[in-house]
């Protein structure tokens, strides 16, 4: 890791720390292996003018001096200095962010940093002090710094953190207001004070992040790596399918089925008749976590349960199910998740599900306004504080909130689809089939309109949606035995539905393929699908299935 010098303000290298060893190579400033010393290290929002790396290693530190970001920058080495520290880390300036490489090795190994620092200083650069924590603060009167994703684990990894203003004046420590700091960010104070964080459950930790903000969204996910300890590949421009591959990569590493323990309060009072669409087990954001805090602090494993494996089909898990009476359907049930929920023990969280086969085995979720609570009740009709087996059948449990009894519990491992409908079925594509009866050098395709969609290698043109299947959606242009031709094709919609057409021109040399296509104007009432002959060569089209999807098949025929 690079650390900042708080007496010289000169970037210097360490390399004791796994992955930076990867730096030792020529042309790099490194001279020699050296261990990391004690060292300080910042927790602050970011703001415009920021000090780089590049800023850093500039030999006229003259311009950068006068951005906004050096005075931070030096009020916090002079801080780290007056107590007792040579070496202090900011992610502005210790990181090389042009190099993408250095940045992942950076954020996967962010959260050691904080953990293994001697001193971290949390400067509040909106806060004049003292450190706000009383209750019915809103976010909006809150300093930024307790709003922002990336604070999160900065908060809680390191063992010590000092408060700071914006004219760094002390606000006091993590420990000195550990209750107060849990209330208003609702992190458990066992995790303030240095817990084991696999002790609490997935869905407990997503809640802590569910109302903070970052800059991109991919940063919402990996910013969350080291609170869950994994690692992950960097793929800035995937936005929040970041978060769904977090929790495919939680789910490798853990059995908490709380993980599925979501809802969207923003469906609440609104849910329609039939549930509304069907969603997948992943929450989309961690935002969806809001109301998790009610679920059970402390995961327990279940030793012989299936683990959940995740496909590009969804999630393949073991749950207890139950046929939903009350819905008037034979496709819904509820589904009971292992984690406890609520202030009476042996409540477990229940989800909806909605069979979406005639197999029976694949499942979306539906009715994502609420978490259910099932719990085993007593003669008496209290709940059984001793709870249930869910991975046991169950003769019957009662929905604490509504008080309505649900019979014949059985486990079952089902396939959960996580986007169910989100891909739909591509339109059929056109394939260009070669002549038979001519050899395959004969034959060649010189070009092809919109070169975007089409496949050079299996001379298929295939349309990325249904608006992409236009009229006019294609065309190329084909050399057989010496000859330029220009094939076009499209499907025009009619009251029978669409209907394919192709039709084939002799180049004349004078106009490119792109000019022809703008100018052709179609002619759907030829016959065989509006297809053109020329003296040496046809051209027709038809829809057929090809290793069973549908294709629209354009086979050439000479005469």
Same mark, same amino acid.
């Given at each position: 890791?690079?650390l900042?010098?708080?007496?010289?303000l000169?970037i210097?290298?360490?390399t004791?720390?796994?992955?930076?060893?990867?730096?030792?190579?020529?042309?790099?400033d490194?001279t020699a292996?050296?261990?990391?010393?004690?060292?300080?290290?910042?927790?602050?929002?970011?703001?415009e003018?920021?000090?780089?790396?590049?800023?850093m290693r500039?030999k006229?530190?003259?311009?950068t001096?006068k951005?906004?970001?050096w005075?931070?920058?030096?009020d916090?080495?002079?801080?780290?200095a007056?107590d007792g520290?040579?070496?202090?880390?900011n992610d502005?300036c210790c990181?090389?962010?042009t190099?993408?490489?250095?940045?992942?090795?950076?954020i996967?190994?962010?959260?050691?940093?904080?953990?293994?620092?001697?001193?971290?200083?949390?400067?509040?650069e909106?806060?004049q002090?003292?450190?706000?924590?009383?209750?019915?603060s809103?976010?909006?009167a809150l300093?930024?710094?307790?709003?922002?994703g990336?604070?999160?684990?900065e908060?809680i990894?390191?063992?010590?953190?000092h408060?700071?203003s914006?004219?760094?004046q002390?606000?006091?420590?993590?420990?000195d207001?550990l209750?107060?700091?849990?209330?208003?960010t609702?992190?458990?104070?066992?995790?303030?004070?240095?817990?084991?964080?696999?002790?609490?459950?997935?869905?407990?930790?997503?809640?802590?992040v569910?109302?903070?903000q970052?800059t991109? $969204?991919?940063?919402?996910a990996y910013s969350?790596m080291?609170?869950f300890n994994?690692?992950?590949?960097l793929?800035?421009?995937?936005?929040?399918?970041?978060?769904?591959?977090?929790?495919e990569?939680?789910?490798?590493?853990?059995?908490d089925q709380?993980?599925?323990?979501?809802n969207?309060?923003?469906?609440?009072?609104t849910r329609?008749?039939?549930?509304g669409?069907?969603?997948g087990l992943l929450?989309?954001?961690?935002?969806?976590?809001?109301?998790?805090s009610?679920?059970?602090?402390l995961?327990i494993?279940?030793p012989?349960?299936?683990?959940?494996t995740?496909?590009?089909?969804?999630?393949v898990?073991?749950?207890?199910?139950?046929?939903?009476?009350?819905s008037g359907s034979?496709?819904?049930?509820?589904a009971?998740l292992?984690?406890?929920?609520?202030?009476?023990?042996?409540?477990?969280?229940g989800?909806?599900?909605?069979?979406?086969?005639?197999s029976?085995?694949?499942?979306?979720?539906?009715?994502?306004?609420?978490?259910?609570?099932f719990?085993?009740v007593?003669?008496?009709?209290?709940?059984?504080?001793?709870?249930?087996?869910?991975?046991?059948?169950?003769?019957?449990?009662?929905?604490?909130t509504?008080?309505?009894?649900?019979?014949?519990?059985?486990?079952r491992?089902v396939?959960?689809?996580?986007a169910?409908?989100s891909?739909?079925?591509?339109?059929?594509?056109?394939?260009l089939?070669?002549?038979?009866?001519?050899?395959s050098?004969?034959?060649?395709?010189?070009?092809?309109y919109?070169?975007?969609l089409?496949?050079s290698?299996?001379?298929?043109?295939?349309?990325?949606n249904?608006?992409s299947?236009?009229?006019?959606t294609?065309?190329v242009?084909?050399?057989l035995?010496?000859?330029q031709?220009f094939?076009?094709?499209?499907?025009?919609?009619?009251?029978?539905?669409l209907?394919?057409?192709?039709?084939?021109?002799?180049?004349?040399g004078?106009?490119?393929?792109?000019?022809w296509?703008?100018?052709?104007k $179609?002619?759907?009432?030829?016959?065989?699908?509006?297809?053109?002959?020329s003296?040496?060569?046809? $051209?027709?089209i038809?829809l057929?299935?090809?290793s069973?999807h549908?294709?629209y098949?354009m086979?050439?025929?000479?005469?």
């Amino acid at each position: 890791m690079r650390l900042l010098n708080t007496k010289t303000l000169q970037i210097e290298q360490f390399t004791n720390h796994g992955g930076y060893n990867t730096l030792l190579k020529k042309g790099s400033d490194l001279t020699a292996k050296r261990p990391t010393p004690r060292y300080a290290i910042l927790s602050h929002t970011w703001g415009e003018g920021e000090i780089t790396f590049q800023d850093m290693r500039a030999k006229d530190r003259s311009a950068t001096m006068k951005k906004c970001g050096w005075k931070k920058l030096e009020d916090s080495c002079r801080r780290a200095a007056t107590d007792g520290f040579r070496y202090i880390w900011n992610d502005t300036c210790c990181i090389d962010k042009t190099s993408s490489t250095e940045l992942a090795e950076a954020i996967n190994s962010m959260f050691q940093w904080y953990r293994e620092s001697a001193l971290c200083y949390a400067f509040l650069e909106d806060c004049q002090g003292p450190l706000p924590y009383k209750t019915g603060s809103s976010s909006s009167a809150l300093p930024r710094w307790y709003t922002r994703g990336w604070t999160l684990q900065e908060l809680i990894a390191p063992k010590v953190v000092h408060f700071y203003s914006k004219s760094w004046q002390f606000l006091g420590t993590k420990d000195d207001h550990l209750a107060e700091l849990s209330m208003v960010t609702g992190i458990d104070t066992y995790a303030l004070g240095g817990g084991d964080l696999s002790r609490i459950s997935v869905a407990r930790r997503m809640s802590w992040v569910a109302n903070r903000q970052t800059t991109v $969204a991919e940063d919402m996910a990996y910013s969350l790596m080291g609170i869950f300890n994994i690692s992950m590949p960097l793929l800035y421009g995937e936005g929040i399918k970041a978060f769904t591959r977090l929790q495919e990569e939680i789910m490798q590493e853990t059995d908490d089925q709380s993980v599925f323990a979501w809802n969207d309060t923003d469906m609440r009072g609104t849910r329609r008749g039939d549930y509304g669409e069907g969603n997948g087990l992943l929450a989309p954001t961690p935002s969806f976590f809001a109301s998790s805090s009610s679920l059970a602090k402390l995961y327990i494993p279940r030793p012989g349960r299936r683990q959940t494996t995740v496909t590009s089909q969804g999630a393949v898990v073991n749950l207890l199910l139950c046929h939903d009476t009350s819905s008037g359907s034979n496709d819904i049930f509820f589904a009971i998740l292992d984690c406890q929920v609520g202030h009476i023990p042996g409540v477990l969280a229940g989800i909806r599900l909605k069979r979406t086969d005639a197999s029976g085995n694949n499942f979306s979720r539906i009715d994502t306004s609420q978490i259910f609570q099932f719990a085993r009740v007593e003669r008496d009709e209290s709940v059984a504080i001793e709870g249930f087996d869910p991975t046991q059948e169950q003769t019957q449990l009662l929905e604490v909130t509504s008080r309505a009894v649900f019979r014949n519990w059985a486990p079952r491992t089902v396939r959960v689809l996580q986007a169910p409908g989100s891909q739909p079925q591509l339109p059929p594509g056109f394939w260009l089939v070669a002549p038979q009866n001519v050899s395959s050098s004969a034959v060649s395709v010189q070009a092809a309109y919109p070169v975007k969609l089409w496949d050079s290698h299996n001379w298929l043109m295939q349309p990325p949606n249904s608006s992409s299947l236009t009229p006019k959606t294609g065309a190329v242009q084909l050399k057989l035995n010496g000859k330029q031709y220009f094939l076009i094709f499209g499907a025009a919609s009619t009251r029978q539905g669409l209907k394919p057409w192709c039709a084939l021109e002799q180049s004349s040399g004078r106009i490119s393929l792109e000019q022809w296509f703008a100018q052709f104007k $179609a002619e759907m009432d030829k016959p065989n699908g509006g297809a053109r002959r020329s003296p040496d060569i046809d $051209a027709t089209i038809r829809l057929a299935k090809v290793s069973g999807h549908d294709m629209y098949v354009m086979q050439l025929l000479t005469r």
